[in-house]
């Protein structure tokens, strides 16, 4: 098997194939045994170096691409999920802030309403005091003048009297019999 080896060897060489070529006699459709043992044997030999050296990394780097972009795009959609989420938590507390500014601007509405409701109601029951005081003030006066009036006409009947008679009446029975005088005429 050894002798076998380099008989091959010279054999399949490129330099019988390509003698061939220089005599001028090429046909396509012929087999050239040695190119293609030559061939094959470059091709396995090419295919375990790069099955051993470069198609490892290759796939290993393909497949960590490939993990890294799956890895992104999860990512990506969790983050997209997380954005929407946050979103909407933002749009509720914004409308629930809106909510409650209306609020608290209808509260305020009707603090000031209520208030306004209260301070005419004070307004009223203190105009109606006033008046009512006024009234009895008034009242109070006009009895004082008329026991003012009373008090001058008994004077001025007296004087009158006193003057008609002669003599000056002045005892408190005098005045007391005028008084009931002009009481009486009070009433009619």
Known sequence: MRPL??????????????????????????????????????????????????WGPILEGVRAREKSLTDAITAAAADRESAARVLAEHKAAIEGAR???????????????????????????????????????????????IEELRREAVDLALAGASRLIGQKLDGAADRKIVEQYLATLGNK
């Open 99 to 145: 909510n409650e500014a209306q609020r608290y601007i209808a509260e305020g509405r009707a603090t000031a309403e209520s208030m306004r409701g209260e301070m005419l109601e004070q307004t009223r029951l203190q105009q109606a005091e006033i008046l009512e005081r006024a009234r009895k003030e008034i009242e109070s006066e006009k009895v004082k003048a």
């Open 5 to 54: 080896i380099p008989a091959l060897l010279l054999l399949a060489t490129p330099a019988t194939a390509f003698a061939a070529e220089a005599e001028g006699k090429v046909n396509l459709l012929d087999p050239h045994y040695g190119l293609m043992f030559w061939t094959v044997l470059i091709f396995a030999a090419v295919m375990l170096v790069l099955n051993k050296f470069a």
